[in-house]
C-alpha cells in the first residue's frame, strides 16, 4: 500500500468517476461538495461527499486509516408530466440506475490515485439507498451510494 494523502485519494476518486463516466455525463457535472448544487439547465449530476478519516485502530500510529464516503446521483427528467418516477429511474440514457451502474463498475475494487497508474487504494460497497424524490426541488430522484476505503497516511509534524 502506497503512503498517500487524503487529497490525493478525493481527486484520484474523482479522476475515476469523469473518466468512466463521460460518455453519460459532462465532467463539469461531477464535483466534490457536501450539498447538491441545483441548476435549472441540467439533467444529471454525480455529487462526491467526503468522509472523515478514523484510525484502523486505537494504537496504531502507522497512519492506516478507514474512511466513508458517499456518492450522491441526482438525476431529473421534465418530460415526465405526470409525476411518475419511472422515466427518471429506469431512463436508458437520463435515468438514476444507468449511472449507478456505471458507478458501480467504475468504483469496483480499486480506484487509481496521484499520477501514477499503478498506485490504487482498495474500495468496498457498504450500501446503496433507495431511489429518493426530492421534495424541495421537484422532478429531481436521488440515490446515494457508500463505499469505504482504507490507506496509508504520511503524517506530518509541524
Given amino acids: 500500500m502506497a503512503v498517500t494523502t487524503q487529497h490525493s485519494v478525493y481527486r484520484g ?4 468517476l469523469e473518466t468512466d463516466l463521460a460518455a453519460l455525463i459532462d ?3 461531477i464535483y466534490i461538495s457536501p450539498v447538491p448544487i441545483f441548476s435549472p439547465t441540467d439533467d444529471q449530476f454525480v455529487q462526491l461527499v467526503p468522509g472523515s478519516m478514523s484510525p484502523r485502530h486505537p494504537k496504531s500510529g502507522t497512519g492506516l486509516v ?3 464516503f458517499r456518492v450522491v446521483v441526482w438525476s ?5 408530466q405526470y409525476g411518475h418516477s419511472t422515466s427518471r429511474i429506469t431512463s436508458s440514457t ?9 458507478i458501480h463498475l467504475s468504483m469496483l475494487q480499486e480506484v487509481a490515485i496521484g499520477s501514477e497508474p499503478d498506485v490504487v487504494i482498495p474500495v468496498t460497497l457498504v450500501r446503496v439507498s433507495q431511489m429518493v424524490e426530492n421534495a424541495e426541488n421537484v422532478g429531481w430522484v436521488m440515490c446515494e451510494i457508500t463505499y ?3 490507506y496509508e497516511i504520511a503524517w506530518e509534524v509541524q
Avoid: F, P
Avoid at 476518486?13 to 475515476?16: N, S
Avoid at 431529473?76 to 415526465?80: A, G, I, K, P, S
Avoid at 437520463?94 to 456505471?102: F, I
Fill in 76 to 80: 431529473r427528467l421534465d418530460v415526465d
Fill in 27 to 29: 465532467a463539469a457535472h
Fill in 94 to 102: 437520463l435515468g438514476v440506475l444507468k449511472l449507478v451502474d456505471t
Fill in 13 to 16: 476518486i474523482l479522476d475515476t
Fill in 148 to 150: 469505504r476505503t482504507s
Fill in 66 to 68: 478507514d474512511e466513508e
